[in-house]
Each structure stands twice: as structure tokens, then as C-alpha cells.
């Protein structure tokens, strides 16, 4: 099978949608089909900057939204226009990533079945993007539906998505959860020292690791309100970020007011070969997502990278966290927002390494077991077919 998959966002670039991409195409690939990936990257940088990021930013000083709905037409546009030129290439089915590449898609005529990831207008509103109720939310949501309602077929990251989608457009989506390279994401005990030696950090440093965007959905202020607590019972440990977005100022003003400076390392967006060796390295990793704007965490891939990578896991209850991981059997659940359990639950897993090792080495049997990309792959196969009939 010929397959396209395609997104009106950068491929690559950090983050899960990325991530998810490249590894249904690797599995999709290990099984003998054809990958290809359209996205917003393979448009020129002029086109870009001229027609679509430039008039966003100045729509967006007239009235909040504006330019987020320009941005997202003018991509569907771009996208449409690439798969016509890419036509000749003859795929059978287009995966796409998100509404408004499932619009430009249909309009091509080739076989679309969606992929959804996320809560697009809720999420908007989250990141300050939209003003909840109002006309430009509607427009976005309007968008949502219609794509749902044009594919041939739904494929959700989890069920609470799935949910979702009938809810909103009356379609009946399929929820296939998010899936790692179980080869890619293995553990590496043995190179945890060589990795700290690579990236400056002594070996007898506790070291927690938090490898997410930097957006309010994903709770990332909370491991830095928590790390006086742990200072005190480990005063040499350093909380370490991998991520870019808007909550970099929120965090930065955390840790000048509770006198951080020297705890908290900020890496920005790194390459995700480099993410696995923090992985390595880290004693604990902490995905501390939260509810935003009616947005929750689906199966996130950071948490599945964290448990196949054998790093001991603490996150928080909420969404599709509380689907993959037992709590105090393969990683430590905690309430959202609540600082206290996260430093008590980060202090127990540094004083208590071998309870953390055990509980990793449960959570990478069940990442083997359950979350591999080649089942993953195959999955996503029997609804292209089923797509095409």
C-alpha cells in the first residue's frame, strides 16, 4: 500500500504529533508499505513567512483569533496544494493529522481516514490562542465537525477522544492508543554515567527530568513549585527541561522568586536522539499534566517514551495517564496541580531507587506488550483497508 501522511504543522519538530508520525511511518515502513509526509515544513520558508505566519501575527492585534483561523486556512491551502502536486505519485489512502489537513485532503479525492490527536479548538483556548464563546472558537469547532463528518474514517489516540468526537459531530471514530519504537526507547542503565559525563552532570546528582512542551496543559510549572521540597531532603538535585512554548516566562519567574538559579536547567526544544539519553540519565522522570480550558491529557507519548525507556515515572491522574500506568506498580500517579504528593512522590523514588528500578522494569513490559509501533501499525492498516472498500 502507497500511504501519505500529512499535517498542516512542521514535520519534524518536537512534539508528540511529530513523534507519532514518524513512528506509525517506521512501523507502517517495517511492515513493506510506502510512507510519504506532507507537511507545513515542505512549504517554502517565503510563502510561509509572507502569506501565512506574517498577516497571523498582525490579524491576531486586531482581534484575538483572527490570526490562528488565518494561519489554519492558509495552511490547509498549502497542503491542498502539495498533495495536488504529489498526486502523481498515486497513494491509496491519506492519513491526516488534524481538521484542517482532513479538508484539504477530501478535497483531493484520495481515500482520507483522520487522525485525532487533541482537542483543536479546546486546546486554542487553553494556550490563550481563542477567547472561549467566542465567533472565532465557533469557526474552529464548525471546522472540526466537518472533517469529522467528511472522512471515511476516525482514528483516535484515546477513548475519551473518541467520546469526544461522537459528541460533537455524531461519528464513530476508533481509538487505537499512542505507541512508542520499543527498539528506539529501551533501557540503557549501563550508559547513564556516559550520558551525564557527555551533558555536564556529576554522576551522584539526583536528577529529575521533564521532557514536555512547555504549555499550560501540560502542568510543567508544577515541577518547579515542587523542587523546594525536594531540596530539602536532596539539596544538590537539579530538575532538568526539554521543551519549548509559553509557560518558559511562568517557569523562569518560578525560579527567580523561590531562588532556583543552579537547580533548574531550561534545554529548550532538543533533538528527540538526544531526549532518550536524558531518559537514560534521569532517576525520575515527571509528566505532570493537568486539565486546561476542557483539555486533558490523551495516551501521552512522553510518559510511554518514559516507561520504555526503564526511567521511573511519576504523573498526574488525569486523561489517558490513568489508562497506562498502575498506580505504585509501574509509576506513581499523583493529583493534578497538587505539589505537595509530586515533591513526596519525587522524594520517595530518589530515596527508594530500587522500588523506582522495579516499578520501571514492570512498565517496560507492559510498553513491549501493549504499546509497540509494529502492532500499532498493523492496526492502522486494517482502517486504510476498510477505508478503501
Known amino acids: 500500500m502507497k500511504i501519505l501522511i500529512a499535517t498542516a504543522y512542521d514535520y519534524p519538530h518536537a512534539g508528540g504529533l511529530s513523534t507519532h508520525v514518524a513512528t506509525l511511518k517506521a512501523g507502517l515502513e517495517s511492515l513493506g508499505h510506502d510512507v510519504d509526509v506532507l507537511s507545513f515544513s515542505d512549504v517554502s520558508p517565503v510563502s510561509r513567512k509572507l502569506l501565512a505566519q506574517g498577516p497571523s501575527f498582525l490579524l491576531n492585534k486586531l482581534k484575538k483569533g483572527k490570526g490562528i483561523i488565518w494561519s489554519h486556512q492558509m495552511r490547509k491551502r498549502f497542503l491542498q496544494a502539495l498533495i495536488e502536486k504529489n498526486k502523481t505519485k498515486q497513494y491509496d489512502v491519506i492519513n491526516a493529522q488534524d481538521p484542517f489537513t482532513t479538508l484539504a485532503a477530501i478535497e483531493s479525492g484520495i481515500p482520507t481516514v483522520s487522525t485525532v490527536h487533541g482537542y483543536m ?12 464563546g467566542s465567533a472565532e472558537a465557533k469557526y474552529m469547532q464548525d471546522v472540526e465537525v466537518q472533517a469529522y463528518k467528511g472522512t471515511r474514517k476516525i482514528i483516535t489516540v484515546d477513548q475519551r477522544l473518541r467520546d469526544y468526537v461522537k459528541d460533537l459531530s455524531g461519528v464513530e471514530g476508533t481509538a487505537i492508543r499512542n505507541f512508542i519504537d520499543t527498539v528506539g526507547f529501551k533501557p540503557n542503565p549501563e550508559k547513564k554515567n556516559e550520558y ?10 539526583p536528577v529529575i527530568f521533564v521532557p514536555r512542551r512547555l504549555t499550560k496543559k501540560n502542568g510543567v510549572i508544577y515541577p518547579a513549585l515542587s523542587l523546594p521540597m525536594v531540596l530539602e531532603k536532596f539539596p544538590n538535585a537539579q ?10 516566562a511562568e517557569i523562569k519567574q518560578i525560579v527567580a522568586e523561590k531562588q532556583l538559579d543552579g537547580h533548574v536547567t531550561l534545554l529548550g526544544a532538543v533533538p528527540h536522539d538526544m531526549v532518550k539519553e536524558y531518559y537514560a540519565l534521569a532517576d525520575v522522570v515527571l509528566v505532570p499534566s493537568v486539565h486546561s480550558a476542557g483539555v486533558e491529557e490523551a495516551t501521552s507519548i512522553s510518559a510511554l517514551e518514559a516507561m520504555g525507556s526503564g526511567s521511573p515515572l511519576v504523573a498526574c491522574a488525569v486523561g489517558g495517564l490513568k489508562e497506562i500506568i498502575n498506580n505504585g506498580e509501574d509509576g506513581i500517579l499523583v493529583e493534578e496541580k497538587n505539589v505537595e504528593q509530586l515533591g513526596e512522590a519525587t522524594i520517595q523514588l530518589l530515596s527508594n531507587p530500587e522500588e523506582g528500578q522495579a516499578m520501571a522494569a514492570k512498565a517496560r513490559e507492559k510498553i513491549e506488550k501493549e504499546y509497540s509501533h509494529i502492532a500499532a501499525a498493523e492496526k492502522y492498516l486494517e482502517i486504510y483497508k476498510s477505508a478503501l472498500k
Not at 121 to 132: A, M, N, Q, R
Not at 196 to 205: F, L, Q, S, T, V
Open 121 to 132: 479548538t479546546f486546546e486554542s483556548i487553553s494556550k490563550g490562542s481563542l477567547d472561549e
Open 196 to 205: 551525564r559525563r557527555k551533558h555536564g552532570i556529576a554522576e551522584d546528582i
Open 239 to 248: 530538575l532538568i527541561y526539554a521543551g519549548s512554548g509559553e509557560a518558559l
